[in-house]
């Protein structure tokens, strides 16, 4: 049978993978970046369903929570996530739709 890790180590590991998380969502916060083609370079990393739920299970199991003290910012944030939604989804029909080229 092992021998369970020392809490220092335990420590470490979970500021590594908060570390590694933060970076990740940097990343995909970043703008779009393309080269003279215009094929995506870098930034705007689209998060998939599984990925988002790796943060919220980090966020809940270290009880991190939210309580927006104005509603209206968190309403904005609504509007603004519901775009750029629709504005992926929007370029990836139209993508799809010019046999894979992309769109400026």
Known sequence: MSK???RSKLTALHAKFAEYLSQVLDEAMKPVERDEEGNIIGGGIPLDAATM???????????????PEDLATLDSLREKYAAASRSKNLASILQEATGGEMLN
């Open 4 to 6: 369970a890790a020392p």
């Open 53 to 67: 739920g790796i943060f919220l299970k980090f966020l809940k199991d270290n009880d991190i929570t939210c309580e």
